[in-house]
């Protein structure tokens, strides 16, 4: 009933998040700086141990969202690197200097992500009509959005999330910033309509980017989620 997602840097990480319980898993380099494309080598060392589905980070710089002619080339590159891989998808977001979607780029990038899962990421919080973003992301065939709802964290944007998921049914919006397995099931009561959890900083120690994944919080977590969806069949 629910989805876990669980940020991986390192091949351990991918071992250890799907061995306790991870549904699926996005992998970044350089986590501290948001997460951005990890590099060849990487993406194929995770191939070869991954056993649950992979969303690779398509993002070449830290810093804003707004790319060049010659970035956009290099993530249309990268995408292709994925696709010949094998993995699942790839979480992407493009803005404009106006801080709207920059349609222009992010159908050259579509256009080389055929077959591909999608996840536009938390970019869209950044956003300066998400009314707006949601048409124009729909439009595009993108069916999943990571966000916390404008807020610091999922919970300072509980009501955003909320009204974005009764109003937007279609849509798949991803909650994921400041939630672990110790919160996670008052998030959830508080916004029961969020079926896919996205967590990083939360499963590792002491909330720390550059730590690995400790198990016993993937599976922590994990826990949390089976007994809220026991809880919801038994009701």
């Given at each position: 009933?629910?989805?876990?997602e669980?940020?991986?840097?390192t091949?351990k990480d991918?071992i ?25 080598g990487?993406?194929?060392?995770v191939?070869?141990?991954?056993k649950?589905p ?5 993002r070449?710089?830290?810093?804003n969202?707004?790319y060049?002619d ?19 998808g ?15 780029a ?9 077959g ?11 956003c300066?009509?998400?009314?707006h973003t949601?048409q124009t992301l729909?439009?595009l065939?993108?069916k ?15 009501e ?24 996670l099931?008052?998030f ?16 590792r120690?002491a909330?720390?980017?550059?730590k ?14 089976d ?5 919801w069949?038994?009701?």
């Amino acid at each position: 009933m629910y989805t876990l997602e669980i940020i991986a840097s390192t091949p351990k990480d991918v071992i250890v998040a799907q061995e306790n319980g991870a549904d699926r898993l996005e992998l970044v380099s350089g986590f501290s700086e948001g997460g951005l494309t990890p590099s060849l080598g990487l993406i194929e060392q995770v191939k070869k141990v991954a056993k649950i589905p992979v969303m690779v980070m398509i993002r070449p710089k830290g810093g804003n969202f707004v790319y060049s002619d010659e970035e956009i080339d290099i993530m249309e590159r990268d995408i292709e690197v994925v696709k010949k891989i094998g993995l699942a998808g790839i979480v992407l977001g493009v803005l404009g200097t106006d801080k709207k979607v920059n349609v222009t780029a992010l159908n050259r990038l579509l256009a080389k992500s055929t077959g591909l899962d999608i996840t536009f990421h938390r970019v869209f919080d950044e956003c300066s009509d998400l009314d707006h973003t949601i048409q124009t992301l729909t439009n595009l065939g993108i069916k999943r959005i990571l966000t916390s709802g404008r807020g610091e964290n999922s919970f300072l944007g509980l009501e955003m999330l909320n009204c974005l998921h009764k109003k937007y049914q279609h849509m798949i919006f991803m909650p994921g910033v400041g939630l672990d397995a110790e919160n996670l099931m008052d998030f959830i009561r508080k916004t029961p309509l969020s079926k896919e959890i996205h967590l990083g900083l939360g499963v590792r120690a002491a909330k720390d980017p550059l730590k690995d994944v400790q198990g016993e919080k993937v599976l922590r977590a994990r826990g949390v989620l089976d007994s809220l969806a026991k809880e919801w069949c038994n009701n």
